[in-house]
C-alpha cells in the first residue's frame, strides 16, 4: 500500500473524531448530554481499548512499515499511548472502573507533549528554539512527515487521541442528571 493511502485511511477517522469532539463538547457546554453520559459510562472502557489500538497501529505503521523514523517527542507520545490499549484490556476483563485513574494521568501528560508538537510543527518560530532543536543528529520535532486535509499530522493525530481519551474520562465521572 501507498504510504499516501495509508495516511488517508489513518487521517480520515481523525477528521471524522474532529467532528465528534466537537458535537460531544457543544452538547456537554448546553448540558444536552444525558443518553450520550449513560452511552460514555456503558461503553467507555472500549472507546479507550479501541483509541489505545489504534495509536499503536497508526504510529508503528508509520514507523515500520513506511520507515519513518520518530523524533524525540512522538517517542514520549508513544510512552503514553502504548500502555493504555493494555490497561484497557485488562480493565474490560475485570471490569475495573478504576483504570480511568491511570488513563487521565497518561492523556494528560501525553496531551502536552503532542499540544507541544503541533505548536512547533506550525509555528517555525516556536521550532528554532524548541526542545528537538538540542539535539541535531534526531529526527527534527518539527518536521511534518505527512499532512492529510491540510492539516493533519501525525502530532495531530496523537493529540486527538489523548483528546478523545480525556473526554472519556470526563464522561466517567460526570453526573448524568
Same mark, same amino acid.
Given at each position: 500500500?501507498? $504510504?499516501?493511502?495509508?495516511?488517508y485511511?489513518? *487521517?480520515?477517522? #481523525? ?11 457543544i ?13 460514555f459510562?456503558?461503553y ?5 481499548l479501541i483509541?489505545?489500538?489504534?495509536? #499503536?497501529?497508526?504510529?508503528?505503521? !508509520?514507523?515500520l512499515?513506511? *520507515?519513518?523514523?520518530?523524533c ?10 502504548y500502555?493504555? *490499549? ?19 494521568? =497518561?492523556?494528560? #501528560?501525553?496531551?502536552?507533549? *503532542?499540544?507541544?508538537?503541533? =505548536?512547533?510543527? !506550525? ?10 532543536s538540542? $539535539? ?8 511534518? =512527515? ?5 492539516? #493533519? ?8 487521541? !489523548? ?15
Amino acid at each position: 500500500m501507498h $504510504v499516501y493511502l495509508y495516511q488517508y485511511i489513518i *487521517a480520515t477517522p #481523525i477528521l471524522i473524531l474532529h467532528g465528534v469532539l466537537t458535537v460531544l463538547i457543544i452538547f456537554m457546554l448546553l448540558k444536552h448530554d444525558i443518553k450520550i453520559t449513560q452511552h460514555f459510562k456503558k461503553y467507555g472502557m472500549t472507546y479507550g481499548l479501541i483509541i489505545g489500538i489504534a495509536s #499503536i497501529v497508526g504510529s508503528l505503521g !508509520f514507523s515500520l512499515g513506511y *520507515a519513518y523514523a520518530p523524533c524525540e517527542l512522538c517517542w514520549y507520545q508513544r510512552i503514553f499511548h502504548y500502555p493504555q *490499549a493494555f490497561l484497557f484490556a485488562i480493565a474490560l476483563y475485570y471490569k475495573d472502573a478504576r483504570v480511568w485513574t491511570y488513563s487521565i494521568w =497518561l492523556s494528560v #501528560i501525553g496531551f502536552i507533549i *503532542a499540544g507541544y508538537q503541533v =505548536l512547533i510543527q !506550525f509555528n517555525p518560530a516556536l521550532a528554532k528554539s524548541s526542545v528537538c532543536s538540542i $539535539v541535531p543528529a534526531a529526527e527534527s520535532c518539527s518536521d511534518i =512527515l505527512t499532512q492529510s486535509y491540510g492539516y #493533519i499530522s501525525i502530532p495531530v493525530m496523537s493529540l486527538t487521541f !489523548f483528546t478523545c481519551l480525556i473526554m472519556l474520562y470526563i464522561y466517567q465521572i460526570k453526573n448524568p442528571h
